[in-house]
């Protein structure tokens, strides 16, 4: 098989899982990983189904390539606009699927970590800002720069400005130009900027460290992190008290704070 004709055939996603640590890597390397149709329904499912698996503690959310992800594939989308009506059916239904993907991630019971490298724009940074948490090398770039192209950036807006303050949001959708990972840590919309020697080691470290926790009490606090922000203040204590009970009430509460109390590493059942 000719070189050409294999990388028309590599999948668009690339799946690992070793050691409670899943790996999903966007492949689409010559398109600087933009989420295609494909990649959008690959990435989904793969989040879904490693959310049911027990098997994974946690997910790392890489790319090939020298871009960590451009966005929208615009090409594909382009060519929509040949439809009868304009494109307007497969654009509505594009952004509905892909607005599911991100959501898919949030609600993943997995926590999924972003290892940034090269650029993550438009789409490409909603996807950094949707993951729980986001490390990037030194020479990580971000942006929404749709403001550039007649096109806001609207749907990477709303997991930009639930990570970012407003005013920085504002700065990014507005102005539509790169910030370097520097300043996207000072923003909040990674955890660090690591240099890119460093990144994997740091990453791996962080991935080991959640995968050795109870799954079913990180399970119960990522779903709780994310429902109580929905809530105001008063209704948000209520709100985490159950929750807090629910998850005394489990058997790996039990275990860790009794391990805690006789100064031995807990075993955790996930239950």
């Known amino acids: 098989m000719s070189t050409a ?18 790996r999903l890597t966007l492949n689409r390397p010559k398109a600087r990983n933009s989420l295609s149709d494909e990649l959008i329904a690959t ?17 790392i959310l890489d790319a090939a390539g020298s871009a960590f992800c451009a966005g929208h594939d ?12 304009g494109g307007k059916a497969y654009f509505e239904d ?6 599911d993907m991100m959501q898919a991630i949030v609600r993943c019971p997995k926590p999924v970590i972003a290892r940034v490298h090269g ?8 996807l ?12 990580a770039h971000f942006a929404t720069p749709g403001v550039n192209i007649g096109l806001f950036c609207s749907t990477p807006m709303v997991a930009l ?3 970012v303050s407003r005013k920085q949001a504002m700065e990014m959708l507005l102005l539509g130009e790169m910030i370097d990972a520097k300043r996207a840590a000072e923003f909040g919309l ?31 606090g990522k779903r709780a992190f994310y429902d109580q922000l929905e809530h105001g203040l008063s209704d948000a204590y209520e709100f985490a008290g159950r929750v807090m009970v629910e998850n005394m009430m489990a058997r790996d509460a039990n275990e860790g704070i009794s391990a805690f109390i006789d100064k031995r590493e807990p075993t955790w059942e996930d239950r």
């Open 74 to 85: 615009l090409k594909e989308m382009t060519a929509h606009r040949q439809d009868a009506d």
């Open 5 to 22: 004709a294999a990388a028309i055939n590599d999948p668009v996603l690339i799946e690992h899982l070793d050691k409670g640590v899943a």
């Open 119 to 126: 650029i993550a724009t438009a789409a490409g940074c909603q």
């Open 190 to 220: 990674i955890n660090q900027c690591v240099p890119g020697d460093f990144l994997d080691e740091e990453i791996n470290s962080w991935a080991k460290r959640i995968a050795g926790k109870s799954s079913h009490t990180v399970a119960i």
């Open 161 to 163: 400005s639930r990570n």
């Open 94 to 99: 594009l952004v509905s699927r892909c607005s």
């Open 43 to 59: 990435l989904h499912a793969a989040i879904d189904r490693l959310g049911k698996n027990p098997a994974a503690r946690v997910i």
């Open 128 to 139: 950094v800002a949707s993951c729980d948490l986001a490390l990037a090398s030194s020479d």
